[in-house]
T-cell receptor
Framework: AQSVTQLGSHVSVSEGALVLLRCNYS??????LFWYVQYPNQGLQLLLK??????LVKGINGFEAEFKKSETSFHLTKPSAHMSDAAEYFC??????????????FGQGTTLQVKP | DGGITQSPKYLFRKEGQNVTLSCEQN?????MYWYRQDPGQGLRLIYY???????QKGDIAEGYSVSREKKESFPLTVTSAQKNPTAFYLC???????????FGPGTRLTVL
């Protein structure tokens, strides 16, 4: 069965510093992986997704993620944090074991705090 | 504008009452999903529907019910059987065979 683990429920960085949000997955088949962002009291917005093409995926707002099969990881990075990046971030994997239902399995989320 | 709408944004209910949360999409998506979000627990799947007049239970379906009479609508009823209904509820949709889910703005339900 697929699963997702996000390491660190809270991450705090200074404005201009590197952002690194960690995500490890478990999957018996090549996974589809996603990062979503959620601002307070809003829905989730897709940042980027990996679907077995290039291992380095570029998303919106300057974020990118690298798929590393050997480490079963899909960490999210941004070279320079901006105050507007403060939000909650979710990593997700397609629940391929359930057939073609489009179901996603989400991690617990990581809250990013950006300090001025 | 195409998108997913959820209403109301905030909802208050007395204990023991049923309440229905609305989810409408004009994206012509086939599949729709309901999630519950609690602090520190991520998103948990309540129900999902891949086609009209068909739906399946997710991981935490107890105390909830849904219907899918129209492609664009997937209302969720929180019944009095749900012991701890206070949460943020998110609706999502995706085209058939696709993998990306698109989310509505959410409804925050508070039981008084």
């Amino acid at each position: 069965a697929q699963s997702v683990t996000q390491l660190g429920s809270h991450v705090s960085v200074s404005e201009g510093a590197l952002v690194l949000l960690r995500c490890n997955y478990s999957s018996s088949v090549p996974p589809y992986l996603f990062w979503y962002v959620q601002y307070p009291n809003q829905g989730l917005q897709l940042l980027l997704k990996y679907t077995s093409a290039a291992t380095l995926v570029k998303g919106i707002n300057g974020f990118e993620a690298e798929f590393k099969k050997s480490e079963t990881s899909f960490h999210l990075t941004k070279p320079s944090a901006h105050m507007s990046d403060a939000a909650e971030y979710f990593c997700a994997v397609s629940d391929i074991g359930s057939g073609n239902t489009g179901k996603l399995i989400f991690g617990q989320g990581t809250t990013l705090q950006v300090k001025p | 504008d195409g998108g997913i709408t959820q209403s109301p944004k905030y909802l208050f209910r007395k204990e023991g009452q049923n309440v229905t949360l609305s989810c409408e999409q004009n994206l012509n998506h086939d599949a729709m999903y309901w999630y519950r979000q609690d602090p520190g627990q991520g998103l948990r799947l309540i129900y999902y529907s891949q086609i009209v007049n068909d739906f399946q239970k997710g991981d935490i379906a107890e105390g909830y019910s849904v219907s899918r009479e129209k492609k664009e609508s997937f209302p969720l009823t929180v019944t009095s059987a749900q012991k701890n209904p206070t949460a943020f509820y998110l609706c999502a949709s995706t085209p058939q065979g696709a993998d990306t889910q698109y989310f509505g703005p959410g409804t925050r339900l508070t039981v008084l």
